[in-house]
T-cell receptor
Framework: DQQVKQNSPSLSVQEGRISILNCDYTNSMFDYFLWYKKYPAEGPTFLISISSIKDKNEDGRFTVFLNKSAKHLSLHIVPSQPGDSAVYFCAAMDSTSYGKLTFGQGTILTVHP | EAQVTQNPRYLITVTGKKLTVTCSQNMNHEYMSWYRQDPGLGLRQIYY???????DKGDVPEGYKVSRKEKRNFPLILESPSPNQTSLYFC?????????????FGPGTRLTVT
């Protein structure tokens, strides 16, 4: 039972354009969401997070949007750069079950120069 | 340098031969966790620990053991490895307050069980 789903295994965009990565969840108890980026042969690195009390969080070129009614979040990267090419994982947590983190399957982003 | 280290980075073993993958962090983090990454399944949590002597199961704990006797170390033990435990394993750590979910990950351990 996949509670966090990233339905697009891959995404290809042109440098300078917007990248939009999507994530859906089914557990209504999830109240904290994160995005991680992973390069080959490295561990994931934290990118950005959002609490369920917000619907948007921005950090430089990265913005995460949360639509609680649709149980959907998205990561926008503007403008996209070739160095953004990586696997992106979304993750979710129910803060009452502190420490238990559920990840999606990941989306491979390729940004072409 | 703040980091999470894992050893070994690569391991090929045979079914049933007990093994331990070590994980150590130098950031004085309370929280540590183990994940496995498999194609099409993303990262799945195996076990996590909120502090010394406090551990709990993640989503896929079967076939694994952990211990947290010291704050900096969180070894993953496979008592009797099987081929379905062939995977890429990551250890992670974070603070248990402030921004507790922003975990630092180790570089990964690629395990093959034949």
């Amino acid at each position: 039972d996949q509670q966090v789903k990233q339905n697009s295994p891959s995404l290809s965009v042109q440098e300078g354009r917007i990248s939009i990565l999507n994530c859906d969840y089914t557990n209504s108890m999830f109240d904290y969401f994160l995005w991680y980026k992973k390069y080959p042969a490295e561990g994931p690195t934290f990118l950005i997070s959002i609490s369920s009390i917000k619907d948007k969080n921005e950090d430089g070129r990265f913005t995460v949007f949360l639509n609680k009614s649709a149980k959907h979040l998205s990561l926008h990267i503007v403008p996209s750069q070739p160095g953004d090419s990586a696997v992106y994982f979304c993750a979710a947590m129910d803060s009452t079950s502190y420490g238990k983190l559920t990840f999606g399957q990941g989306t491979i982003l390729t940004v072409h120069p | 340098e703040a980091q999470v280290t894992q050893n070994p980075r690569y391991l090929i073993t045979v079914t049933g031969k007990k093994l331990t993958v070590t994980c150590s962090q130098n950031m004085n983090h309370e929280y540590m966790s183990w994940y496995r990454q498999d194609p099409g399944l993303g990262l799945r949590q195996i076990y996590y620990s909120m502090n010394v002597e406090v551990t709990d199961k993640g989503d896929v704990p079967e076939g694994y053991k952990v211990s947290r006797k010291e704050k900096r170390n969180f070894p993953l033990i496979l008592e009797s490895p099987s081929p379905n435990q062939t995977s890429l394993y990551f250890c992670a750590s974070s603070l248990a307050s402030g921004s507790p979910y922003e975990q630092y990950f180790g570089p990964g351990t690629r395990l093959t069980v034949t």
